[in-house]
Structures are given as structure tokens and as C-alpha cells.
């Protein structure tokens, strides 16, 4: 019986290097041994849970303005985010990023979760938003990503005109805070060990091997008495 | 940020013992001064997979033919059990209690496990055959009990009615056999401990006592690296 090892993520939508993190940590994981006893679990995190998004919004021009410099400079930013994301295979197009509040891609994240399909919901988000230049606060587009990975339509749309899971994104960022998350990605391997950011692959395997040879993840149930207790088995009970 | 202990407990619908041993856990849990982060997870256990129940059998007669016995002797057994549970402030009636193949029943726990009912059926499901002396493998019987735990009827008729978690109710019995499981209940704290029977509850408070100390349950997460790698922050992405 192996038990399983479980990375919780706190991340993004909005964050770049967030996409370039789950890269790097699956790099990671195809490189461990124990993979198939690794469980991701994506928390939620918002860069800006106030942010509202007008339809004029680019991204070059909101980093100028937010960073109070000129927008050459903010277009080199951008320019040397979409190659540091080219060398982990990801294809950025800030030109199409279209600026949005976050909340409800995290609520449907929350949802997919539920149904075991938090991963693949995450690598949607993150692509509609960081290379296909789709609205993430749109509820019909958040309808079609949440379809597309295997959740049902009704649900899907039932949650998204609510506020359901609403209680979920806050506790995930009320933890982050009480573990004095600053930044994503932030990555807790086993609620023991964390990584800060989107380090280089070798540290997050270095970070698995570590986890997975001090926890208890392929040890044999100890039994605490030897005697046995009342029970009952295939020959009755005794 | 305190972790969850987990407690797997295996155990059969079918078994006096576990009702026992289920009020034994939560005396004991009850005294436990971290209960709110204690997880419990049922997980099936067949007696006799492959139990065929006909309207004529009574729990005596079954009883002194499987031992080769007579009644009187049955009675007794039956008798023992009984003060046995009033001593848990559980109230048996094997004069009623209907026998019957669990398999059904185990597999509406998963749905009530996967919408986080698990608790509340298995206490339904063990009242219904062991004090109520209701037919558990009758699939009226069975949604009835479902949806007073809060279930929804449609999504609990549908489960009946196909063959939907056969493959988790299998899974945990051959989990079961291989921890080397001879009887129910069975206790599996932190994926470490096991607890075999439904022992004195001052057992099971020690185990959790235990448990809870060697584990990693209070501990705050251990940064890896100093250096922060590439990470958004609300100051932007650096």
C-alpha cells in the first residue's frame, strides 16, 4: 500500500509564471520514480482580487502605467516573459492577453477539482488566457473550457451563475496568507516542504526525492496490538 | 495550517463489532483534542462476498448451522452481542435483522463518500440492519437511507441501479487483504497505525495520541530555497 504524496499549488490564472511552474514541476515529475504516487492539487491564488478589467486594457499599457515607467520598457518585460516561456515549450501571446479578474476561473477550478479534473481545467485556464487571448472572466468561454475537459454543461453553468465555491477561493487564499505566501507559484510538497516560485526543474525533483524518502509514503501499516480486538471475520465474529 | 489525520476504518454493514467499534472511535475522538482535524474514510469489507440471503433465514438458525450448534447455543452468542452494544448505547435486535449480500450497500457509501455523506450512511446503514431490521439490499430500502442523508434521489437511483462503484468496493477489499485485513472493524491511522477490533476506546484515544505526535500535523512548511525563484507577486512578476 503506497501512499500518496501530495503537491498542493497555489497559483493564478493572471500568472505567467505560474503556466512556466507547472511546466517545470511536470518536467520534474516525469523524472521521479514515484509519479503515479504524486497527487497535485491546484489552490487558489489572485494577484489582484479587486482588479476589474475595461475592454481597452493591453497588457503593455497596464504594466507602463502600474510600474510608472514608458512602455518600451514594458514591452521588453513582456518580450523576455514570451522567451523564457518559449524555453519550457509554452507560446505566450501577450499581444491577444485579454486583462480580467480571476475569480470566477478559480470558482470553476473548484468544481473541476471536484471532479478529479483540477489539472487539466488548470492547463486550460492558463492557456486561454497566456496564449489563445480568451476572456477567463467570460462565462460562456469558462462554460466551453469547463466542457471541454469532461465537466458536465448544466453543472458547469449552475456553478458559474452562482457563487459557488466563492468560500473555497478565499480559504485557499486566507492559507496562502497564514503560510506567508507572497508570490505564486508556491509550491508545499507533502504540508512540509515549499518552493517559492518557478525554479528549475532539478530543484523540484531534488524537493520529490527529499519529501518521498523522509515521509511514510511506502511503509507497511504497523498493527498497535498484538492481541485483537472484538471483531468479526469470515468465521464469525469473536 | 494543521493537517488532516486520516483514519481509514475497513468494515462490513453486516458486522455487530463495527456499530461497536464506531461509537468506540468517536468516544475516543470525542477526548481528542485535535478531532476537528481528524478525517475518517470508510472503506468496504465483504464478511462473505458472496452471500446469498433467502426470506427464511433468521440470524440464530444461520448461525448454529454455520457453527454446527444448535440454537440454543446461537441464542446466546446473539444474546452476549447484544449487551455487548447496549454498553456502546447501541440497541441490537438480531430478532429482526434481515441478512443480506452488503455488496449494494458499500457501494451507495462511495457516492455518500464522494459528496462527503460517508459518516452519516454508515451510521444509516449499520442503524438500518442492526436495530432497525431493515433489508439493506433492497434498493428501495437503500435509497431511502441515501436520500435522508442528503443524497439526491435521481443521482442515488441511478448508482442503484447500475453497477456503479463495483470497481471501489472491490479496490478496498483487495487493499484490504493486502495489509494482510483478517477481521472487521479495522483501523488504519495515518496510513501507519492499525487497530484491529473494536478495542477499549482509551486504545484508540492513545493511537491518535501517537499518531498525532510522530506525524507531520502542526508543522509549518519549510521553505527549500532562500533565493526565490521567478515568481507574480502583487508588485508584478519578477
Redesign the interface.
Known sequence: ?E?TLKVQIWS?V?????Y??KRRIEGALANFKHKDNVEIEWKSFQ??ASFKASPDDNIVDH?AV??GKNKAWAQEMVDN?TQ?AKNSGLDFHFEKAILANSHNAHRLLHLAKAHKLGNELKEQLLKAYLTDGKNVDDLETLSTLGQQVGLEKETVEEVLHSDAYSDEVKNDIA?AQ??GV?????F?F???????????EE?FL??LETTWKEG?FT???????TT???????E??N
Not at 182 to 186: I, L, N, S, T
Not at 190 to 200: F, H, L, M, V
Open positions: 500500500m501512499n493564478d493572471m500568472c505567467p509564471f505560474c512556466i511552474g494577484l489582484d504594466l502600474k510600474y516573459m523564457n492559507m497564514q503560510i507572497q508570490g505564486v507559484p508556491f508545499v507533502d504540508n512540509k516542504y515549499a518552493i517559492s516560485g518557478a525554479q528549475p530543484v531534488q524537493t511514510n511503509s507497511k501499516v504497523t498493527l498497535v496490538n485483537e480486538g472484538d471483531s468479526c471475520g469470515i464469525g465474529c
